[in-house]
């Protein structure tokens, strides 16, 4: 892990206090809508691995913080 990854596992650790974070974090984290967000999930555009819980319509969705700030530093070296 680089350490852009790790200062931005730091701060999303330091901010929400657990290592998965829900769909409205991860919007509020991207600054993008929570049906955006779905949009994205919805049609596999999502470039962040997570995992559905469950198999109804609204299963939950987790996003492993250490997915989120791999994104989010590649992001910032683009």
């Known amino acids: 892990m680089n350490s852009t ?3 931005y596992v730091d701060l999303l ?4 206090g657990k290592t ?11 600054e993008i809508s929570v ?3 779905e949009g994205l999930i919805l049609k596999g555009d999502l470039p962040i691995r997570y995992k559905r819980i469950g198999v109804s319509q609204k ?9 989120v700030a791999n994104f989010l530093a ?4 683009a």
């Open 13 to 16: 650790y330091r901010k929400y």
């Open 74 to 77: 590649f992001a910032d070296a």
């Open 5 to 7: 990854t790790q200062m």
């Open 20 to 30: 998965q974070l829900t769909r409205q974090e991860l919007a509020e984290t991207l």
């Open 35 to 37: 049906s955006s967000l």
């Open 59 to 67: 299963a939950r969705y987790v996003f492993p913080i250490i997915e």
